[in-house]
């Protein structure tokens, strides 16, 4: 069956790179979707990357695929306090079904 | 542009009482999807609407879980009656629903609740 797993937790100091690794199962997988709740909050989409590219950057957020060993991540350059939140890797393989993972946990510190 | 609105952010309840909770999403989404978001976990779905239909409440509890979407825009999700575990947080989302295309769901602040 479909499962995405990350790691629960990252601590990093303002100003340095985080990254953020999962994994899925599903190689059917079309989209991958990184996600952000800040507290008290929905999720909101942050970034996407279609299963036929290797990477994609936006702004500080650099996502890559690793489509053969099933390996999505995140990087934030530069990161924030403002970048602490839980982050969710999700797989989506079309009929509207979106697997969402545990998600992981940033903690920036000053 | 609102985005979706549910209500009410926090309930607390005594086991084996009725809870329901709503949702307004966004103007001219047809897909509508209810998540239960365990502590510490990612959102688990519980039903998917398109319309007015629910095409896949096959992880909805149904013999204490029940939900409508009336006219094809507001929900609401029931759990009648309410045991211990079924604490946690309730996202309702929703997107354009434009089949298999990149499908970005955008979600509400969730209803906290607290059964004790």
């Known amino acids: 069956g479909e499962d995405v797993e990350q790691s629960l937790f990252l601590s990093v100091r303002e100003g340095d790179s985080s990254v953020i690794n999962c994994t899925y199962t599903d190689s059917s997988s079309t989209y991958l979707y990184w996600y952000k709740q800040e507290p008290g909050a929905g999720l909101q989409l942050l970034t996407y990357i279609f299963s036929n590219m290797d990477m994609k950057q936006d702004q500080r957020l650099t996502v890559l695929l690793n489509k053969k060993d099933k390996h999505l991540s995140l990087r934030i350059a530069d990161t924030q306090t403002g970048d602490s939140a839980i982050y969710f890797c999700?797989?989506?393989?079309?009929?509207?079904?979106?697997?969402f993972g545990a998600g992981t946990r940033l903690f920036v510190k000053a | 542009e609102a985005g979706v609105v549910q209500s009410p952010r926090y309930k607390i309840i005594e086991k084996k009482q009725p809870v329901a909770f709503w949702c307004n999403p966004i103007?001219?989404?047809?897909?509508l999807y209810w998540y239960r978001q365990n502590l510490g976990q990612g959102p688990e779905l519980l039903i998917r609407?398109?319309?007015?239909?629910?095409?896949?409440d096959s992880q909805l509890p149904k013999d204490r879980f029940s939900a409508e979407r009336l006219k094809g825009v507001d929900s609401t999700l029931k759990i009648q009656p309410a045991e211990l575990g079924d604490s946690a947080v309730y996202l309702c989302a929703s997107s354009l629903g434009l089949g298999g295309l990149h499908n970005e769901q955008f979600f509400g602040p969730g209803t906290r609740l607290t059964v004790l």
């Open positions: 999700a797989e989506y393989t079309g009929g509207f079904k979106t697997i």
């Open positions: 103007s001219g989404h047809n897909t």
């Open positions: 609407y398109e319309n007015e239909e629910a095409v896949d």
